[in-house]
C-alpha cells in the first residue's frame, strides 16, 4: 500500500501501510495515525481521529488532567 492525497486542493497526504494483521493510516500533517483490518476501516477510523483531535477543549475542561486510557499509560 502506498499513500494517497486526502485534499488535493491543500497537498495534505495520508499514508497508508500495512503492519501485520493491521492497516495503517497517518496524516501527515497532523501526525495522528489510525488503524483498521481494512483500508477502508483505517481511513474511517482515521477520519474520526481527525474529527476528536481537531475538537476544541471547552473552558469546564481540565486540559492538563491525566487520562485514564491505559494506552497512554507510562508504567
Known sequence: MGSGVRNPSS?????????????????EETGVTSRGETKAEALENL??????????????????????????SRE
Do not use: H
Open 11 to 27: 497537498g495534505d497526504r495520508v499514508v497508508v501501510a500495512v503492519e501485520g494483521d493491521w492497516v495503517a493510516a497517518t496524516d
Open 47 to 72: 477520519a474520526a481521529a481527525l474529527e476528536l483531535s481537531e475538537r476544541p477543549v471547552r473552558e469546564d475542561e481540565d486540559a492538563d488532567e491525566p487520562s485514564d486510557a491505559p494506552w497512554l
